[in-house]
């Protein structure tokens, strides 16, 4: 079959691999209808995530239809159409009980990896390097989904690919985003970054009965975007004016009551503040650059919440402890539990409260992925969300 | 329980007494190499000097890494080594018409006490790093989301299907986890830290999904083999 695979720092391939085996009783086969590039598979692209190998299969936002199953998986059958969640989670463990399906304690093989790594290990990932488990991904005409039993959610026909794909991880990484928020009534609250996961943040805090959602990115096709399709109240360009100020200016000199940072590791800033963080990790004395997580929290009112999204991989520095200790600030983050999401998602989807199809700009066919990670990663062509078919 | 070591701080004295040995001595040989030479009963000339500034590089080198990881056994034994080297160009010194034959001698000898303490701090340092593997290698824990009875029983199971030889080389205590939080299984013995951890992983997979779950493609090997 053809699949996208990763094979160096900004080096994707299509090429022909194996059809994936059911391994384990609980697996399904699933033949790829609609794939998505995620913002974090460009950490992959760009060389921050360890442990992967040349020649693994890339994608971790898939749907499709269930062509194969295993003896253990009962409440599937060959021929549903099914969107599968990018954390893989068996289920059973006390974890996968409370719904913190990313925390699974049993879905990742390479765990001793991760531990070595970080100390730790999160749940399993698709195609998201070795000590996430190793699983290929779902940028393929086919892909094997462990514990199938219990994350892929069938799709009603009358949803179509489009509104039903991004169930897989950006609208729920989004919503969980805005409802760590817990937003009240006259809330304001601020997202940094407006790429697919920020404009999922910005509408879902809409839905949740934000006053006003104030978007910041350099972008103006994103910022537009923000505005015009996810209902943000106003716009911060982060490139010509002061975060900080603007925001000040937009909340009465209050701060946003809750601040989310959509950007993770690889943020950007103009001037010193953003050379800093390029200079600390080239020379790998930090790992990530915290630009936006250091302006969310130094941005945010007293006693607000500070919602992080983004991916965040190793180690920062120049955090202000200061500010979260001296100002009383909640932190609330996490890989997102999807699973817990996928059904009421869906079924806000179904209403017409929203239309996740919106922050769709390029179809492309799987053999474009090539092409598809240069543009995406270079903002090219007002790129902000690619749908590959196989 | 305690956990940690108190004796830590005496293990180190002497790699740090002798990391500053090398600073000052290596400082010495870099900057008055004549100097040094003429006391070592060493002909001052232009072979010599530049074989002293080579090993009072080595010096200082040696002594910032001993300083900033007292601990570390490798700098120490890297010291025994540069003394060697000292003791061989001693001898070659000694060639010849001109050296102080009697000033090399008591710089050989000093040599000689300076290793003798090197050798005993790398080989100090040495046994506490097999001291702390070993206590690594002490016990690992893990919850398992069962009723005790039910744990003890799976652990049999496991040990006979799969891993007929873990029952004599581990031993295994099950403790039941405050609330319903399952069942505490903790496993000491042979092997390593990972490997432990690994195997009380798979056993958790197993009692609790009913298998152990596989990777799709091969992938970096875990460094120690299961078992």
């Not at chain 2, 830290?193 to 798979?202: D, M, N, P, V, Y």
Request: aromatic share 6%; charged share 20%; with cysteine.
């Amino acid at each position: 079959m053809r699949a996208a695979t990763w094979h160096g720092t900004k080096s994707v391939h299509v090429e022909e691999v194996p059809e994936p085996k059911i391994l384990n009783s609980r697996d399904a086969i699933v033949r790829i209808t609609s794939t998505a590039i995620c913002g974090s598979d460009l950490h992959l692209y760009n060389g921050f995530i360890p442990t992967m190998k040349r020649g693994d299969i890339l994608g971790h936002e898939f749907m499709g239809e269930v062509v194969e199953l295993g003896s253990g998986v009962a409440n599937l059958q060959v021929g549903d159409r099914v969107v599968v969640p990018f954390p893989i989670a068996c289920g059973n463990c006390a974890q996968c009980e409370r719904e913190n399906y990313s925390l699974c304690e049993n879905s990742n093989p390479n765990a001793w990896m991760a531990e070595k790594m970080w100390g730790y290990s999160p749940c399993g990932i698709f195609g998201y390097s070795h000590m996430l488990g190793g699983y290929a991904g779902g940028q393929a005409e086919y892909a094997r989904v462990p514990f199938a039993d219990v994350g892929p959610v069938k799709v009603p026909e009358e949803l179509s690919d489009d509104q039903a794909l991004f169930l897989s991880d950006i609208f729920p990484t989004g919503y969980m985003a805005a409802e760590a928020c817990n937003i009240e009534p006259g809330d304001v609250v601020a997202v940094w970054g407006c790429g697919p996961v920020g404009q999922f943040a910005i509408a879902s805090a809409y839905l949740l009965g934000a006053e006003r959602v104030i978007a910041i990115d350099r972008f103006p096709y994103r910022l537009r975007m923000a505005r015009n399709r996810a209902g943000a109240t106003d716009t911060v360009n982060y490139a010509e004016v002061d975060v900080r100020e603007a925001l000040d200016a937009l909340t009465g000199g209050r701060g946003p009551d809750s601040c989310i940072d959509a950007v993770g590791l690889e943020g950007h800033a103009p001037g010193l503040a953003g050379a800093y963080d390029k200079v600390k990790t080239t020379l790998m004395l930090e790992t990530d650059r915290p630009i936006a997580l250091r302006q969310a929290i130094l941005a945010c009112r007293s006693g607000g919440t500070i919602s992080v999204a983004g991916v965040y991989g190793g180690f920062i520095d120049n955090f202000p402890m200061g500010a979260i200790v001296n100002r009383a600030l909640t932190i609330r983050s996490g890989q997102t539990h999807v699973q817990r999401y996928m059904r009421p998602l869906m079924q806000r989807v179904r209403q017409g409260q929203i239309d996740p199809s919106f922050v769709i700009t390029h179809r492309l066919r799987l053999d474009d992925a090539p092409g598809a990670y240069d543009m995406f990663n270079n903002k090219d062509d007002d790129c902000l969300k690619v749908v590959l078919t196989p | 329980m305690q956990y940690g070591d108190d004796t830590v701080e005496e293990t180190i004295a002497l790699p740090i007494a002798l990391g500053v040995f090398s600073l000052v001595l290596g400082a010495a040989a870099l900057v008055r190499p004549r100097g040094l030479a003429r006391l070592i009963g060493a002909l001052p000339d232009g072979r010599t000097t530049t074989i002293l500034q080579a090993s009072g590089a080595r010096e200082l080198a040696s002594g910032i890494a001993i300083l900033a990881q007292p601990k570390e056994a490798k700098w120490l034994w890297s010291r025994v080594g540069g003394d060697a080297l000292d003791l061989a160009t001693l001898a070659r010194s000694a060639r010849g018409e001109g050296p102080n034959r009697t000033r090399l001698a008591l710089a050989a000898i000093a040599v000689v006490g300076v290793a003798a303490l090197d050798l005993l701090a790398a080989r100090s340092l040495s046994a506490s790093d097999a001291a702390v593997d070993a206590q690594e290698t002490g016990e690992q824990a893990i919850t398992v989301k069962a009723p005790l009875e039910a744990v003890e029983a799976g652990w049999e199971q496991w040990c006979a299907s799969r891993y007929a030889r873990l029952a004599s080389n581990y031993v295994v205590r099950f403790e039941p986890a405050p609330g319903a939080r399952g069942t505490e299984v903790h496993l000491a013995g042979g092997g390593s830290k990972s490997t432990i951890r690994e195997e009380l992983r798979r056993f958790k997979q197993q009692l609790e999904t009913g298998e152990i779950s596989v990777s799709d493609g091969p992938g970096p090997r875990m460094p120690v083999e299961v078992r």
